[in-house]
């Protein structure tokens, strides 16, 4: 979930603040905050609690972690 500008300026403690406002008004178990690059948190969410926070005026966008998977391995790589 990201914030709108100006719903948490920037702060670790608004982002926080604001972070668990969010999701225990949607009964969302709180997972991570972001406040370094972008404003917003990560949460364990119903659909019905998706769809409410996605019409949340302090809501830029909410979207579903995505699904990672290794593709192969790379041997003597020269970063490590």
């Known amino acids: 979930v990201q914030f709108r500008a100006g719903v948490a ?3 670790a403690k ?7 406002k969010l999701a225990k008004a949607k009964k969302g178990k709180l997972k991570h905050v ?3 690059v972008l404003s917003g948190f990560a ?5 019905e ?3 409410a926070l996605r019409a949340d005026a302090d809501v830029a966008l909410v979207e ?3 699904v990672v998977r290794m593709a192969g391995t790379q041997s003597g790589a ?3």
């Open 43 to 47: 949460a364990e969410l119903s659909d």
């Open 9 to 11: 300026p920037g702060q």
């Open 64 to 66: 579903r972690d995505p």
């Open 34 to 36: 972001y406040s370094a």
């Open 78 to 80: 020269p970063w490590g």
């Open 49 to 51: 609690d998706v769809a």
């Open 14 to 20: 608004a982002e926080e603040k604001a972070a668990a």
